[in-house]
């Protein structure tokens, strides 16, 4: 069975979010990379933007990963990230005069943030068992996480069952634009609202995976989420507003079920991976993910190539996701009222367009190079997101994002 799990394993049958063949023992060599991404979000239309045109978000994150077995049954990892933000975000959409939706941008920023997570794990022949703790700081947020997760092989080593825990939880401190309170009050109320409010969330999972043959794999998984505290976004507000312009339910749980398959095909020496996940939760979203993609290898024989292991992967990509509204998500009519939201206003609502009826559709590219003890990665990926792509063909909104993101890395194993 061992030729069949590096058989599975060179086409990459493992992905995160799903359940992965656990390892048979501690990994005998050190691994250390480094990754840098690129995103960038397509300007805000000028038609569609109260105040013209503006430059969506810009991000840059650099993330570091070690690890390093300890004896012969341990081994330990540590991943940080460092990441910038700038440009503007989308504030509220409203319906203008003449019922036009329209999005109020905020005005650009730069925002940081840094990431710090550490994993130990041990391993039997046939099990593993691992604990997680992390901790990520922004200037207006900061949050804690911890888990455990453990997998076994049993049936030969032919099926896999896997599981685990995290448990999170997240300060806030909102930037204050105003010293004194009962204008801080009046001119961001949802920062105002937010102040010192904290969140937390719990998580188990549950998976098994199971190899049909030495060319074939399929996965299952289900997973529950539990969050309470605020989670309103404090930032989508507006000044002389009675209220903040964004309430939501302080609790929600979320259920989702994901199935994959991986199909290696040892005649052209590639995999097709096909993946599906559904989400439903206590705000009446439901969503659906589909994800495709293919692992095409390439090892030249000429004898320089073969003298320094040097061979390549090609991993074309494709998603599509779709996902109902929030029972809350409203886009208020300033010609109606203006404040809309006032101290009568149903007690739930957001124009936050993540919480709508919308479709997405993402397509990727990548390269994966191997180099003797490296592995050089470039990716490349188009998103954009719609009404019209999902279950929402009649109204409007212009405050989806659609983006570049282009991703490179460098593993060295030592």
Sequence with gaps: MSEAVKQLARSALAIPGLVSMAQAAAPADSEAGYQYTYYTEDDSPESRTDGGAQERYTIQVHQFYLMMPYGS?????VEGSFETMSGASPV???LDDEDVTRVYMAGASIERRFDL???GRYYWSQADIGAQAGISVEQDYLA?????????QINDQMTTLSGGATLGYDFLDPTQDYSDPADQQANTPGRFAAKDQTKWQASIFEGISQIIDMNTV???GVSVTHRSGYMSDPYRERAGAEVPYDIRPDSRTLVTLSAGG???FPGIDGA?????RFLADSWDIWSTTTDLSWYQNYAPGWDWFVRNEVDFQLIPSLRYYQQTQAYFYEIPDHGVADPYYTADTTTYYSSDPRLSNYGALSMGLALKTDFRNYSWTITGERY???PSYGFNFDDETPGLPAFWRLTTGLDFRF
Aim: no cysteine; net charge negative; glycine share 8%.
């Design 73 to 77: 049954n341990m081994s330990w990892d």
């Design 92 to 94: 509220y959409t409203y």
């Design 117 to 119: 997570y550490g994993t």
């Design 144 to 152: 804690l996480s911890s888990g455990i997760d453990g997998s076994l």
């Design 218 to 220: 399929v996965q299952a």
């Design 262 to 264: 991986r199909k290696y």
């Design 272 to 276: 097709l991976h096909l993946d599906f």
């Design 384 to 386: 954009a997101a719609n």
